[in-house]
């Protein structure tokens, strides 16, 4: 057992966050080529990166899917996840921060931390997934390491701890000094091998400043950082190293450090930080599931009963992929395990360690492993995987509510039913999809993310099933809420018609929530007129009756019901006499108020060139933007709005002509907003 349970502590399971461009996936190729899982460098400009391997991915020079990959570093296995940053995918990175262990955050030297950076990193909070920070592109022009700190502090409230200092800047930037140790690593033109020499001359007292600095924030955080530092006042790398080590883990601090990953510059410092800083399998905390409503705990013991999470399916010509991160216990080829969620059982036809679209066969897989799995049938993103006789149920990662919508319809009749199979099959993938029929008009309608996500799932369709697919205008998901609700509305509830029949009575009050996302029931009924069985079945009914409002059909929300009074019949009443009088009097209460409309809103980023503010101010305030910010980076303009999501169609192709290809964005959701009275609904 001992011996299982040292191999974990080798184990790092990690993920690459960033916004989009930031360079993930080129720090990711690095990372394979440093650790000679590959032996020639992949460019995202050329299509030839191992995780980027889809053809849309290579087609448009982003990442699009979460592809996992197995590398080796002294004496180390990392499983690492390269995520996507374009906000319209932000689900697979949730799948993927849900399973994960630790991450490395990427900056762009020259933008800092900028909007998907920031979302990303929150996601990363709710999960506690502890955190290394390393800053690329520093040989870019305008890249300045300080500033990129700034804005971490700034906006993303760490304590970065900054352990390297660049040598050289821009075009000369040629390699770093590690705070730590006191040594000056520097790359040549190729890249290929870090050369340690003594700390540069130049650099030397300004080394001596930040390492003091390095010195004093781990020991204003760490106690016994703070107790040798008081006693020697001077910290060892050893004791750094150790006080590092707990701060990232307790995200009580995050390490920063720096590079050039186009260059292959900082990789291997990168690496070691990885093995050094983040966490082992057997450091995280033990995974918490449910069981017949009991809370449990499964460590991470290989000769614990099995348990995994599925985090992410992928159909193949070749068959079914599952992706799984295993708690606790061991799984083999040809072993039954147990589907909780759908309770039935399911046989593992072949376990896989994943390099991106290859594959290599294994005999087993452990507590702490990533893997694929061939032969489930049933199992979903989502879906709990255990042993039969030790049933567990684990928290699945979160979806959120899909914001835009298209309707989809194939060309051909004969090809509609090929169609609802491959839009299954989608959704299936990707959870973060929804497709349904709109009742008035019969058309399927694909709901995503955003207008770049459902392209995406669309060209999916057509590429992978030979379909000719149709696609309607994008519209976007609306809700509808109450301005000004109304008191007292009684509403009776009888049905006879032979046999037991149906009654019952109440009364509720409708009023406006502060916050419009959000539905809140209350009952202050007294006297017992109303039993609390009878009460849960108004609120049950009313929760029925905001799947549709009254303006156009849409999802109500932020409203407050109360149930202040009621009246029951001695034989006739029911739960579901109540749940339908609940239905009923809040439809008929929605019709009575003041309702107002609410469009989706998004904050967008824009940068341009200096010369282009003017127009594109003039763009947004034209698409109902309300410009919230203003800055100058490394010589372009950046301008931060909130803008309607509806008003953002196209907004791309409209940029870059007006900025004659030169003006790019980026948009990330932040709620809801009153629409105008004239906004189309439909």
Not at 256 to 271: D, K, Q, T
Not at 288 to 317: I, N
Request: glycine fraction near 10%; charge should be negative; aromatic fraction near 4%.
């Amino acid at each position: 057992m001992r011996t299982n349970l040292n191999a974990l502590t080798v184990v790092r399971n990690l993920g690459i966050l960033a916004h989009v461009d930031a360079g993930k996936t080129t720090v990711t190729e690095r990372i394979l080529y440093a650790t000679g899982t590959t032996h020639r460098r992949g460019e995202v400009h050329d299509g030839t990166t191992v995780t980027d391997f889809d053809p849309q991915e290579r087609d448009r020079g982003i990442t699009i899917f979460a592809a996992a990959v197995s590398c080796a570093w002294d004496g180390h296995r990392i499983n690492l996840i390269d995520t996507p940053g374009h906000v319209d995918f932000a689900d697979e990175v949730e799948r993927s921060l849900r399973v994960l262990d630790g991450a490395v955050a990427v900056f762009d030297a020259v933008a800092g931390v900028e909007p998907q950076s920031e979302s990303v990193w929150r996601q990363a909070d709710r999960y506690g997934v502890p955190r290394i920070a390393f800053v690329n592109k520093l040989d870019r022009a305008g890249a300045d390491l300080d500033t990129a700190v700034a804005s971490i502090r700034e906006r993303l409230h760490p304590a970065p701890l900054v352990v390297q200092l660049p040598i050289g800047a821009e075009d000369g930037f040629t390699g770093v000094v590690d705070l730590l140790r006191m040594r000056a690593l520097t790359w040549g033109e190729d890249g290929d091998t870090a050369t340690e020499g003594p700390v540069p001359d130049a650099l030397y007292d300004e080394a001596l400043r930040r390492r003091r600095l390095l010195e004093e924030a781990v020991a204003e955080r760490h106690p016994a950082a703070l107790e040798e530092f008081c006693d020697r006042e001077t910290l060892s790398a050893a004791s750094l190293t150790a006080a590092l080590r707990d701060l990232t883990r307790s995200g009580d601090g995050v390490v920063v450090l720096c590079g050039s990953a186009y260059r292959n510059r900082g990789i291997e410092p990168l690496l070691d930080a990885v093995v050094a800083y983040l966490p082992s399998p057997l450091d995280v905390p033990a995974v918490r599931g449910t069981h017949d409503g009991s809370e449990q705990e499964r460590a991470a013991d290989p000769h614990a009963p099995f348990a995994a999470l599925a985090f992410k399916v992928h159909a193949t010509a070749t068959g079914r992929l599952t992706y799984l991160r295993v708690y606790s216990g061991t799984i083999g080829k040809g072993d039954t395990v147990l589907d909780a969620g759908a309770g039935r059982t399911e046989r593992i036809g072949r376990i896989l360690r994943v390099r991106a679209d290859r594959h290599a066969q294994v005999d087993r897989a452990l507590a702490g492993d990533i893997v694929a799995v061939v032969g489930l049938k049933s199992a979903r993103a989502g879906s709990t995987l255990c042993a039969p006789g030790a049933p567990l149920v684990l928290e699945p990662p979160s979806v959120a509510d899909p914001v835009v919508s298209v309707a989809v319809e194939a060309r051909g009749p004969a090809d509609t039913d090929r169609l609802a199979s491959a839009l299954a099959r989608l959704v299936e993938e990707d959870p973060s999809l929804v497709v349904r029929t709109d009742p008035e008009t019969g058309q399927t309608v694909l709901s995503g993310m955003g207008e770049l996500h459902l392209e995406v799932a669309v060209e999916k369709v057509r590429r992978d099933h030979g379909l000719a697919v149709a696609v309607g205008r994008p519209g976007v998901s609306y809700r509808e809420t109450v301005a000004r609700g109304v008191s007292g509305l009684v509403h009776r509830h009888v049905k006879q018609d032979g046999g037991a029949g149906q009654f019952a009575q109440v009364v509720i009050d409708v009023e406006p929530l502060e916050e419009i996302m959000g539905f809140e029931f209350r009952s202050t009924v007294v006297g017992g007129r109303v039993p609390q069985e009878y009460v849960r079945a108004v609120e049950a009914g009313c929760r029925d009756a905001l799947t549709e409002g009254p303006l156009g059909g849409h999802p109500v929300t932020g409203l407050r019901v109360t149930l202040t009074d009621g009246a029951t019949h001695v034989k006739d009443s029911s739960d579901m006499a109540f749940r339908t009088a609940g239905r009923f009097a809040l439809r008929e209460a929605l019709r009575a108020s003041a309702m107002t409309l609410l469009e989706p809103v998004v904050e967008v980023t824009v940068t341009v060139p200096e010369d282009a503010v003017g127009t594109v101010l003039g763009d947004l305030a034209a698409r109902r933007g309300r410009v919230s910010g203003s800055a100058t980076r490394a010589g372009a303009a950046v301008v931060t709005a909130t803008v309607p999501l509806a008003e953002l169609f196209g907004y791309a192709t409209r940029l870059r002509s007006r900025t004659q290809g030169r003006g790019t964005f980026t948009a990330r959701p932040t709620g809801y907003a009153p629409a105008p009275a004239a906004t189309p609904t439909r």
